[in-house]
């Protein structure tokens, strides 16, 4: 594997605001992390969690003079865009820290979600990416895309989709 040594593996978990993201963290750190480590308590996995921002649209002008939107509405939509980011990272964060077998790191990187998560995986070398799928069917699947297929064909490591079992 690629980053695997003395220090564990390397785990990347795609987090958003779903309960379909916590969904697959959590069943990632109760059946996942620390389980191929032996005997070695000193052994840890490292669990990067990986926050994947879409980038602002920007909406040009009719007459093509400037911007659609005021300078304080696009301040305003980054603030929250930040706020989100920070609020997302800190439940997942929230949800590993009573795990002993783990290193949590947090990553929060701007772009298309598909291409973002396969360009981290592939920087960090991950020996695994785990993500959630939000079950979407054939029609939105169709018209939104999915990024759980999407990062399963192009990402340079196993690729583990949790699904949410049905309530």
Known sequence: MASESSNGRMIVVAVDQSEESLHALTWCLRNVVGK??????????TLVLLYAQPPRTVYPSIDGTGYLFSSDVTVSMDRYAKEMADGVTARARAVCSNNPRVKVETRIEVGDPR????????????????????????????????VSNHCAQKAKCPVLIVKRPKQ
């Open 36 to 45: 191929s480590n032996g005997d070695d308590e000193n052994t840890k996995d």
């Open 115 to 146: 291409d973002v998560i396969c360009e981290v995986v592939e920087k960090l070398g991950a020996d695994m990416l785990v993500m959630g799928s939000h079950g979407y069917g054939l029609i939105k699947r169709t018209f939104l895309g999915s």
